[in-house]
C-alpha cells in the first residue's frame, strides 16, 4: 500500500510540475531606453503574444486575455504561429485575438505554422474583420504629436522569400529617419534585422528553447538546433535590439520544461 501511495503522489507530482510549465503565464518586462525614441512615444507599452499554436488558456482564453491586459499595454504584437498547422483550430486563437483588439490596437505577422498549412489568405481575413493589423511585408507609420514611428512586418521565410527581399518590399513605404520596430517570426535572422538597421525587433519561433536548463538556456529550437543563441530574452548588436518571446504553446514536443509560457512588454523610453 505505501509503494501505491508513493507511486501516486510521484504521478500526481509530475502531472502538476507539467501542468504549471505549460499553463503559468509570466509576464517579462524589458526597458528599451534611446535617443532614437519619439518624446512623443515615450513610455509607449509594447505587449508581445507569440506562438500560441492554438493552446488554450481558460474558458474562451480567459487567463490569456487577462494576463494580456494586466500589462497594460498601449499596442499589442503578434509574432507568428497564432495557430499550428498539426492541429489547425482558427477560432480557437481567435478566440483570445478578438478579446486583444478591445484592450489596444493591434499588429501581427504570420508564422512558419500559417504557411505551412497553406490557410494565410483565410488567416490574414478572419484577423483583418477583426480590426487587427495585419502587415505581409508591409508597413504602417504611427503619428503622436506631429512625432512619428515605423511598425514594419515580414512574413515567414518558409513563403519562398528571402528575409532581406520581404524587408526591401516593407522598408520601401517608409522614412528611415523615423524610428523603426520591425515584427518578425524568426530570430536566427538577427544578422539580417541588423545589416538593415532596425531599431527594435519582435520575434518568437525557439520556444524559449522548450527546454531550458538553469545557467545554460534553451535545448533545442527549430531552425537553430541544439543550444541555440536566440532563445529568449534581449540581443543588442550594433543600433539593433531583439526581443524573442518564448512563446505560449507548443507544437511537434508537446510539453515545455522550466520554460513558463510568457508575454513579453517592451516600455519605451526616450534617453
Do not use: C
Amino acid at each position: 500500500m505505501k509503494k501505491i501511495l508513493i507511486l501516486f503522489s510521484i504521478i500526481i507530482g509530475v502531472y502538476l510540475f507539467l501542468y504549471i510549465n505549460n499553463h503559468w503565464i509570466v509576464i517579462t518586462e524589458h526597458i528599451y531606453e534611446s535617443e532614437e525614441v519619439p518624446k512623443s512615444f515615450n513610455g509607449l507599452r509594447i505587449a508581445q503574444v507569440s506562438d500560441l499554436h492554438d493552446a488554450t488558456f481558460g474558458i474562451e482564453q480567459g487567463k490569456l486575455v487577462e494576463k494580456v491586459r494586466e500589462s497594460n499595454p498601449d499596442i499589442i504584437v503578434i509574432t507568428g504561429d497564432v495557430i499550428d498547422s498539426n492541429r489547425y483550430d482558427l477560432q480557437q486563437s481567435l478566440n483570445a485575438v478578438e478579446q486583444f483588439v478591445e484592450i489596444a490596437e493591434v499588429y501581427y505577422v504570420i508564422g512558419n505554422h500559417e504557411v505551412a498549412i497553406n490557410e494565410v489568405s483565410e488567416i490574414y481575413g478572419a484577423l483583418k474583420e477583426l480590426g487587427v493589423h495585419v502587415l505581409p511585408n508591409t508597413s504602417v507609420t504611427l503619428e503622436r504629436n506631429e512625432e512619428y514611428l515605423n511598425i514594419l512586418g515580414i512574413e515567414d521565410p518558409l513563403n519562398g522569400y528571402e528575409t532581406q527581399t520581404m524587408l526591401n518590399v516593407a522598408k520601401s513605404e517608409i522614412n528611415e529617419d523615423y524610428f523603426t520596430i520591425l515584427l518578425a517570426h524568426r530570430p536566427e535572422m538577427f544578422y539580417t534585422y541588423v545589416v538593415n538597421n532596425i531599431d527594435l525587433v519582435f520575434s518568437g519561433h525557439a520556444h524559449g528553447g522548450q527546454v531550458r536548463i538553469p545557467f545554460i538556456g534553451g535545448l533545442f529550437a527549430p531552425s537553430q538546433g541544439f543550444f541555440p543563441t536566440y532563445t529568449a530574452g534581449v540581443y543588442e548588436e550594433d543600433e539593433t535590439t531583439m526581443a524573442v518571446s518564448r512563446g505560449l504553446g507548443n507544437s511537434t514536443v508537446p510539453f515545455r520544461i522550466l520554460n513558463l509560457p510568457e508575454i513579453v512588454v517592451v516600455e519605451l523610453k526616450t534617453k
